[in-house]
């Protein structure tokens, strides 16, 4: 028996990262060990392939039962492709908090995780090899996804310029989802602890979010005077009638060839038609409002509600043409049609004329996922820090029912 | 007894390594709760000796290596590990330090060489400077023909194997190992020791808890006895000898034996329910034992055997774990002591 022949020297390797006492580990190195360390014991193990699969048939029947309904419908591709990414933001919600919840509270219980603590990785790179480890395996699934994607992109209708936000808005989802989950995961004692406590932070956000809001209208509840709406020069209103119901010109004769005449009239209608150009009227009438202009923000950080906000929508040809419409773009448009408020709620308030606006002009709101993407920032990146806290050894106060090793 | 020992409440270790080397810990003290795991431990463990660490289950073995390991903070006291503070300093003391814990953690789907290789790139060490000492690592604890087989599959020993050459990967100065001989077959646990006993000829400070102190009679320069979360006693191996110890002395004839102790006027004991004529007697030395034997000998006994009742190390552990759970002997700070 011989022992060691080489010899470490501290300051050969390392290159930036923390160079505090003299030890060589560098931030990346350090964490990108830990990322394969995890990586490679989930990609040996028969149950991740498993989980692949199911995924990629469901999401493939999801796709196939949608394609079958529209039969070969044109302008479904957009539809479609929406649904998918819905889907695959809908289950990958599910599956994160479940990839990264266990990582930490696992090795704790497997006794590995002192040992992880007894090398020269700081708990910085404990967190961030595992949460990148956690994230690329959730994105496995966005990949087992892509043949639906391209197979949506085949109708040849889907507005290419929404693909990639909305891809990469279901990516970044996907990582905060992992980042809550390894947080809570390095706080807390017990697997099951961990796990339970992700899905409920995951679940604040996707359905507590629309809970919250639902509540709330309770309180931006309010009043308005509404009075009706009048068109001054719609043609119809020019015209008069005899007691038998017959339209009658200027001196009371009646027209000859009736319906030559109120084809005359609706032509001039549709011509002079402006859904602007009306006046409200003086008799007001009570009726409730809700002033969700002040309450849409607890929508923002939904998930669904960032994804779907981020991305740009195709432009239509008219107002009121919902054709094509997939189930993200309903969302924005819906966020957005809240953040309008009362204003939008009705045409005419306090005998004021309102300003009509199309639903799916976007003008006039501001993008809700701003605010949405930085309140879950600030929510993953807090619980990080307090896990990574949890993390520091020496470590002075263990946690209740804790053990190092 | 009228034997002398040092013994702890508080104070400074009679003899310090020199500073910068070895592992000194003055005055510990850690609770989990209201459980005082640690009360007052003081402990030295010097460069080129393999020291024991012993104690009943519950004293804080543990406990005392978790903190000088650096994973834990003491409450109060200080540690240095070749000269430096774990608390201030973690991680130079970890690039010097390598640990075994009592706990098994592999990870299952790696191989065996993999975890060692990964580890290695975790103290710094370049992909190709790992996988070579991997390699190395697992000829020394002979898991060479298990290099590609993924850790699930290795036995509770080959684990325990695993597991030091894990403490071993950074090629520490100090080597704090937690029951290593644990799950180790016979073989496994001479190799141990030959290992051990080889780090410490290369002047490294290895620090062994263990249960099996027969086995740390051979390896242990050092003993540091602790029961009830204190330091009680410390101790050379080879003093041990001079200090007392049981001997048992068996007969042919049981009665010839014991009147020729009387006459030699000397205490003893005839443990029950052995078969045997055996009687076991306290002596001072072991030139004390010898004369004894002579003067048995000469009175006509029919010695059939005549050896220590036990380990040395057993010898010195019964008397510091039975010294401290007596209530008399453990000065407590609301006392003043007697005079």
Redesign the interface.
């Known amino acids: ?8 020297r ?1 300051d ?3 290159r930036g990262g923390e160079r ?7 931030f990346w ?2 964490a990108g ?1 830990v990322f ?2 995890e990586s ?2 989930r990609m ?2 028969r149950g991740w392939y498993v989980m692949l699969a199911v995924w990629f048939v469901v999401t493939a029947l999801v796709a196939g039962l949608a394609a079958w309904t529209a039969g070969s419908e044109e302008g479904f591709g957009q539809v479609m492709f929406e649904l998918v990414i819905g889907f695959v933001l809908f289950f990958g919600l599910l599956v994160a908090p479940a990839l990264s919840a266990n990582t930490i509270t696992g ?1 704790r219980a ?13 708990p910085g790179q404990i967190l961030c090899g595992k949460w990148l480890a956690a994230w690329v395996s959730s994105l496995a699934f966005l990949l087992v996804s892509v043949p639906m994607i391209i197979w949506a992109m085949t109708y040849g209708d889907v507005y290419l310029p929404a693909v990639p936000v909305l891809v990469l808005l279901t990516a970044v989802e996907l990582g905060i989802a992992c980042a809550i989950g390894v947080g809570i995961s390095a706080r807390s004692a017990r697997p099951l602890f961990a796990i339970v406590a992700s899905y409920l932070v995951v679940a604040l956000l996707g359905l507590g979010t629309v809970i919250i809001y639902g509540l709330s209208f309770q309180l931006v509840k309010g009043t308005a005077m509404a009075s009706e709406q009048i068109w001054p020069d719609d043609p119809w209103d020019d015209v008069q009638y005899n007691d038998q119901g017959e339209a009658v010109d200027a001196h009371g004769e009646v027209i000859e060839d009736q319906e030559a005449y109120f084809a005359e009239i609706e032509e001039k209608a549709v011509m002079n038609y402006d859904g602007q150009d009306f006046t409200c009227g003086k008799s007001l009438s009570r009726i409730t409002v809700y002033h969700t202009e002040r309450n849409t923000w607890l929508l923002a950080a939904n998930p669904f509600v960032v994804v779907a906000d981020a991305a740009p929508v195709k432009p239509r040809a008219a107002a009121d043409d919902y054709y094509g419409e997939g189930p993200m773009e309903a969302v924005s448009s819906i966020v957005r049609q809240s953040q309008r408020g009362a204003a939008a709620m009705d045409p005419c308030l306090d005998g004021v004329k309102q300003p009509v606006v199309d639903e799916t002009d976007l003008a006039g709101t501001a993008p809700l996922w701003p605010l949405g993407l930085g309140v879950q920032v600030v929510l993953a990146a807090g619980l990080l820090e307090s896990g990574r806290r949890r993390l520091r ?4 106060k ?1 946690a ?1 029912g804790s053990r ?2 | 007894m009228g034997i002398q020992e040092t013994q702890y409440d508080g104070g400074a270790p009679a003899r310090t390594p020199e500073a910068g080397t070895g592992v000194v810990a003055i005055g510990l003290a850690r609770s ?2 209201t459980v005082r795991a640690v009360e007052a431990m003081d402990f030295t463990a010097r460069p080129g000796e393999v020291t024991a660490l012993i104690g009943p289950n519950g004293s804080g073995k543990t406990t005392l290596l ?2 000088l ?5 003491p409450d109060s006291g200080s540690i240095s590990i070749c000269g430096i503070n ?2 201030d ?4 003391a ?2 010097r ?1 390598g ?1 075994m ?10 191989t065996v060489h ?1 975890i060692l290789a ?2 290695g ?6 992909k190709a ?1 790992a996988a ?2 991997a390699h ?2 697992l000829k ?1 604890v002979k898991l060479d023909e298990f290099a590609s087989r ?1 850790a699930r599959v290795l036995s509770r020993g080959q684990q325990q194997k695993l597991s030091l050459a ?1 403490a ?1 990967v ?2 520490p100065q100090v080597l704090l190992l937690d029951e290593p001989a644990s799950g180790l077959d016979p073989g496994a646990r001479i ?1 141990l020791r ?2 051990l006993r ?2 410490a000829g ?1 002047g490294r400070t290895v620090v062994v808890s263990s249960h099996v102190l027969a086995e740390l009679d051979e390896m242990a320069d050092r003993a540091v006895f602790v029961a009830a979360g204190r330091t009680v006693s410390e101790q050379r191996v080879d003093d041990a000898g001079t200090r007392g110890r049981r001997y048992a002395i068996e007969a042919l004839d049981r009665e010839a034996l014991t009147d020729a102790l009387e006459h030699a006027g000397i205490e003893f004991t005839l443990p029950a329910g052995t078969r045997r004529a055996a009687a076991v007697v306290l002596l001072g030395s072991e030139a004390e034992a010898a004369a004894l034997l002579r003067q048995l000998v000469a009175a006509g006994v029919a010695v059939v055997a005549f050896a220590p009742a036990a380990g040395i190390l057993e010898e010195s552990y019964l008397r510091a774990v039975t010294t401290s759970s007596d209530p008399s002997t453990r000065p407590t700070p609301a006392e003043e002591p007697r005079p």
């Open positions: 028996m011989s022992t060691s022949t080489t010899t470490r501290p050969d390797e390392g505090r006492s003299g030890s060589a580990l560098g190195a350090g060990t394969q360390l490679r014991q040996r193990s090795d497997g006794g590995t995780l002192a040992i992880l603590q007894n090398t020269l990785l700081t050894t020496p470590v002075k263990l209740r190092l090793a | 989990f709760g978790l903190m390991s650096s994973l834990l903070a774990p608390v300093d973690p991680r130079a970890r690039a330090l640990w814990p009592d706990t098994l953690g592999v990870w299952e789907e790696l993999e990964m580890m790139r975790l103290y710094g060490a370049s400077d070579a000492r190395e690592l020394l993924p894990r071993l950074n090629d190799e030959t290992l080889e780090l290369r």
